[in-house]
């Protein structure tokens, strides 16, 4: 479908959203300060660029997504969104005051930051999913698919901000300082949540039908075989595709002997691309599977180019394109999954949905970490393009399907 006669940014005009927005524009932009940080004190201060321990961290982010899963969607659908949300948000920002103090204090080690990340992989098992149910609590369904584009651009404008300021305040205060900036943003997000007005949410505190648990959840997703698909995409795309700490820090320190400064501009290089990607997908009425077809056939492609690149500043420009493809095709696939699922089985469908996302990584972060150290950098980037045509090529082959069976929505 093309543009929505409503504008890119519609979803703002309501007044819950909108203070949403603010408080997770703030919380963000600290989270990707604090992602670059936690990777270079890993690559850098804590180890001798070290690629399988940055790969460690990520499965310990990333893990309990896998692990905590027949609880996280259930807690989304049952439990009053609003106060899990408070509750997951204020323990993510007591972990990174933690992480702050042991950096600081000189007293942090490699196992600690194994710890703290297992640790907020946990909180986050829990957040995620209620995030995006929350989105249609907020909006109502007219614009849903507005507002996740919406909020993968206010991740994506962080993103642009975060890494190059994160580089600037590592060499300058050290990464500590880091981590405790991104603590104190958290108290943004707090401070939303509770000028909200609740009653306007959308939806009830407690919907019905919610009492069937992970079973029925899985069960759902089993019997609906679009979402099964996507999904099916959503996890090559995620596993061998989205390690961009990995990607990036090793390409910054082992091929391009990049300072932390540099690091964080090539990060930041990617977010541009990523914001232009969720501003154009907020223009889009429905997520169409061509639409996700194309991203990932330039992810692929953006990739491959990255690859082979001389210098750090072509390689900057490569990943541009990375971002604008790798938002494509997540926003629309989410877009396209929550819109077809009904609203009281949203938490536990997009708990799936981001435990395949995410989950996956838990095998693909140590696997791009090793072909990095053992094969070298250029090779772990690959993986990620060959991840971006497979992807591609899944999304075809349901279309060739659809068109023999003459079956499905919109294409």
Same mark, same amino acid.
């Given at each position: 479908?093309?543009?929505?006669?409503?504008?890119?940014?519609?979803?703002?005009?309501?007044?819950?959203?909108?203070?949403?927005?603010?408080?997770?524009?703030?919380?963000?932009?600290?989270?990707?300060?604090?992602?670059?940080?936690?990777?270079?004190?890993?690559?850098?201060?804590?180890?001798?660029?070290?690629?399988?321990?940055?790969?460690?961290?990520?499965?310990?982010?990333?893990?309990?997504?896998?692990?905590?899963?027949?609880?996280?969607?259930?807690?989304?659908?049952?439990?009053?969104?609003?106060?899990?949300?408070?509750?997951?948000?204020?323990?993510?920002?007591?972990?990174?005051?933690?992480?702050?103090?042991?950096?600081?204090?000189?007293?942090?080690?490699?196992?600690?930051?194994?710890?703290?990340?297992?640790g907020l992989g946990c909180a986050t098992?829990?957040?995620?999913?209620?995030?995006?149910?929350?989105?249609?609590?907020?909006?109502?369904?007219?614009?849903?698919?507005?507002?996740?584009?919406?909020?993968?651009?206010?991740?994506?404008?962080?993103?642009?901000?975060?890494?190059?300021?994160?580089?600037?305040?590592?060499?300058?205060?050290?990464?500590?300082?880091?981590?405790?900036?991104?603590?104190?943003?958290?108290?943004?997000?707090?401070?939303?949540?509770?000028?909200?007005?609740?009653?306007?949410?959308?939806?009830?505190?407690?919907?019905?039908?919610?009492?069937?648990?992970?079973?029925?959840?899985?069960?759902?997703?089993?019997?609906?075989?679009?979402?099964?698909?996507?999904?099916?995409?959503?996890?090559?795309?995620?596993?061998?595709?989205?390690?961009?700490?990995?990607?990036?820090?090793?390409?910054?320190?082992?091929?391009?002997?990049?300072?932390?400064?540099?690091?964080?501009?090539?990060?930041?290089?990617?977010?541009?691309?990523?914001?232009?990607?969720?501003?154009?997908?907020?223009?889009?009425?429905?997520?169409?599977?061509?639409?996700?077809?194309?991203? #990932?056939?330039?992810? %692929?492609?953006? @990739? $491959? +180019? *990255?690859?082979?690149?001389?210098?750090?500043? =072509?390689?900057? &420009?490569?990943?541009?394109?990375?971002?604008?493809?790798s938002q494509t095709v997540t926003t629309?696939?989410?877009?396209?999954?929550?819109?077809?699922?009904?609203?009281?089985?949203?938490?536990?469908?997009m708990s799936v949905l981001i435990t395949?996302?995410?989950?996956?990584?838990?095998?693909?972060?140590?696997?791009?970490?090793?072909? #990095?150290?053992?094969? %070298?950098?250029? @090779? $772990? +980037? *690959?993986?990620?393009?060959?991840?971006?045509? =497979?992807?591609? &090529?899944?999304?075809?082959?349901?279309?060739?399907?659809?068109?023999?069976?003459?079956?499905?929505?919109?294409?």
């Open positions: 479908m093309g543009a929505d006669a409503g504008g890119a940014f519609r979803a703002l005009a309501n007044r819950n959203y909108r203070l949403w927005s603010i408080g997770s524009l703030i919380s963000n932009l600290g989270a990707w300060m604090q992602r670059v940080a936690q990777d270079w004190l890993i690559l850098v201060e804590l180890t001798r660029h070290d690629a399988t321990a940055v790969g460690i961290v990520t499965a310990c982010q990333f893990g309990p997504q896998v692990l905590l899963l027949p609880w996280t969607g259930a807690a989304a659908d049952r439990a009053d969104r609003k106060k899990l949300l408070f509750l997951t948000q204020a323990v993510i920002g007591l972990l990174a005051v933690g992480l702050a103090l042991l950096t600081i204090g000189g007293w942090v080690r490699v196992w600690h930051v194994y710890a703290f990340a297992l098992a829990f957040d995620a999913p209620v995030r995006q149910a929350f989105v249609s609590d907020m909006v109502g369904e007219a614009d849903v698919a507005n507002a996740i584009a919406l909020n993968a651009t206010v991740m994506n404008g962080s993103r642009l901000i975060g890494p190059a300021l994160a580089g600037v305040l590592i060499a300058a205060v050290g990464s500590g300082w880091v981590f405790a900036i991104n603590a104190a943003s958290y108290g943004a997000v707090l401070l939303s949540l509770l000028l909200m007005r609740t009653a306007d949410l959308r939806a009830p505190l407690h919907p019905a039908g919610a009492s069937g648990g992970f079973a029925e959840g899985i069960a759902y997703i089993r019997e609906r075989r679009e979402i099964m698909i996507l999904l099916g995409m959503l996890f090559v795309f995620g596993t061998f595709g989205l390690n961009f700490p990995i990607f990036i820090s090793t390409m910054a320190a082992s091929v391009y002997h990049l300072d932390a400064s540099g690091f964080g501009l090539l990060t930041s290089a990617m977010a541009v691309g990523s914001f232009t990607g969720a501003i154009v997908a907020a223009r889009q009425a429905q997520p169409e599977i061509r639409r996700i077809i194309g991203g #990932a056939l330039l992810f %692929g492609g953006s @990739y $491959a +180019v *990255a690859a082979i690149m001389p210098d750090h500043l =072509l390689f900057g &420009l490569a990943l541009m394109f990375v971002g604008i493809a629309s696939v989410t877009s396209r999954v929550q819109l077809a699922t009904e609203p009281r089985m949203r938490g536990r469908v395949v996302a995410l989950g996956g990584q838990p095998l693909g972060a140590p696997m791009a970490g090793w072909i #990095a150290n053992e094969v %070298g950098p250029r @090779y $772990a +980037v *690959a993986m990620g393009a060959a991840a971006g045509f =497979l992807t591609a &090529l899944i999304g075809w082959l349901c279309l060739l399907r659809r068109r023999e069976t003459g079956t499905g929505g919109p294409a």
